[in-house]
């Protein structure tokens, strides 16, 4: 175990039996820290900060007097958990049964497997250890779903974003420092996962940057799912010092996930920026939003960086050649890749392994893919892709059975930022899981849907001031 594994389990048990929001700091923050083992002896099987962290986030939930029924009450609630209990049921099934029912039958690119070849499909330790991610995250929603009526969650979530946002930032700094100083080897205790590293990357030139992650790529996918968090929860910010952090974390976001050159980040802007238009547009209709309070002052910023773009373009015709050789680099060149012939060979074999099994799926964590959708597919087949694509089509498209203006409105805020993750997701993610960032915003939503009558959880992480 390296040292910063030791401190950072320091902090996670210090935080667990203190009362007060820490642990739920550490919860958050610690999605920065995506290449750092924090088991001693692993034996092939990674436990990031994140997961240990929200691991016993949820036993904490989990203990306190009364949660166990109310988490019940979740899991079973048809307008909350219910299907993504469902889904977890039966993909952990498949996860044990598949494997064997199709054994030696279907051709795969094995999740687990050292080689990025094909092989037959067999029972192996991905099935067990996808199965308990799966898991995890699941927990994690299912205990935001329980907390996240409460305005003390979601002051103390808010809070939370900002913290991990400027620690994706200061890792994505001291990443191009200790590169360009030739000291890249200070971060090697924080690369101790036995996942394939592409950290001293360069593209046009200049240094890929990716923080302590294992790649440009999901650095920039990080980045990315911050910035939208932060950009349509903004408003919920209080006037003053929060609100100026949480523009300045916008900003700097923006710039590490252009100086990623992540072509998943890139699309995942654009994503954000479309879906920021819109959002902006509405809020112009609907003036009784509460996020609407500021959008004269967006439309002036808005307009002020296209005129100081198109204005220095004028000047300078040359000025935004950079930007298009970036832009070319990244997207039309991309296809061209090695990565990408490989990342298309992964979905394809995927996407057989879907139709070879009838539609039931090979079993979680069995194939290895690039594409959300088709992982799903692959995986646990179509009835569990009805599963999971209807708990999110659920939560995304109904409205809180809250009548509270505040719930309506944060909840369309959550899910304004969740969807740039998810079309990232379609065109990188290699594994079912949803993650414990995108769990935890699930889970909010989720609790928008709580009774009114529902009497509040028990829980003394929300002790302390705001």
């Not at 199709?102 to 051709?107: K, S, T």
């Not at 923080?211 to 990315?224: D, H, I, P, Q």
């Not at 112009?284 to 002036?300: A, F, M, P, S, W």
């Amino acid at each position: 175990m390296s040292w910063p594994a030791a401190v950072l389990w320091v902090l996670i048990v210090v935080a667990l039996f203190a009362r007060g929001p820490s642990l739920l700091y550490l919860l958050v923050s610690t999605g920065a820290f995506g290449s750092l083992q924090m088991l001693p002896f692993s034996g092939g099987v990674n436990v990031l900060p994140q997961s240990a962290c929200a691991a016993l986030f949820v036993c904490k939930v989990l203990v306190q007097r009364g949660n166990i029924m109310r988490a019940t009450e979740s899991a079973l609630d048809p307008q909350r958990m219910i299907l993504f209990t469902a889904f977890v049921v039966y993909a952990v099934f498949g996860a044990l049964v598949l494997p064997r029912t199709f054994l030696g039958l279907l051709e795969v690119v094995p999740i687990s497997a050292p080689m990025s070849g094909t092989d037959i499909l067999r029972p192996s330790s991905g099935n067990y250890t996808q199965s308990c991610y799966i898991m995890l995250s699941y927990g994690t929603a299912l205990s935001f779903s329980m907390m996240g009526q409460s305005d003390i969650l979601r002051i103390h979530y808010l809070r939370a974003l900002l913290c991990a946002a400027y620690v994706l930032v200061l890792t994505g700094i001291i990443d191009l420092a200790t590169y360009n100083l030739h000291i890249g080897y200070i971060l090697e205790p924080f690369r101790t996962a036995t996942y394939s590293f592409l950290v001293d990357v360069e593209a046009e030139g200049a240094k890929r940057v990716v923080g302590l992650m294992t790649e440009a790529s999901s650095f920039g996918t990080v980045c990315v799912g911050l910035m939208a968090s932060l950009v349509f929860l903004r408003p919920f910010y209080r006037k003053g010092l929060e609100h100026l952090l949480a523009l300045g974390a916008i900003v700097l976001l923006g710039g590490m996930t252009i100086l990623s050159t992540s072509s998943t980040g890139i699309v995942g802007l654009g994503v954000l920026g479309f879906l920021y238009g819109i959002d902006l547009l509405y809020r112009g209709l609907d003036t009784d939003n509460k996020r609407g309070g500021q959008i004269k002052q967006e439309i002036v910023v808005i307009f002020l960086v296209i005129f100081v773009t198109v204005s220095g373009t004028l000047l300078r015709p040359n000025l935004l050649d950079p930007v298009y050789t970036m832009i070319d680099g990244l997207v039309y060149e991309k296809a061209k890749s090695a990565s990408y012939a490989e990342r298309t060979m992964w979905t394809r074999i995927g996407w057989q392994a879907f139709l070879d099994t009838g539609g039931m799926g090979a079993g979680l964590g069995s194939i290895r893919v690039s594409n959300w959708a088709v992982s799903i597919l692959g995986s646990t087949g179509l009835f569990g892709a009805m599963l999971m694509f209807g708990f999110i089509a659920q939560q995304v498209l109904t409205a809180p059975r809250s009548i509270s203006k505040e719930d309506v409105v944060f909840g369309t805020a959550l899910k304004l930022s969740l969807l740039p993750i998810l079309a990232m997701y379609l065109v990188v993610a290699t594994i079912p899981d949803i993650g414990i960032g995108v769990a935890s915003i699930l889970g909010l939503i989720a609790a928008t849907h709580t009774p009114r009558s529902a009497p509040g959880p028990t829980l003394p992480l929300l002790e302390g001031r705001v």
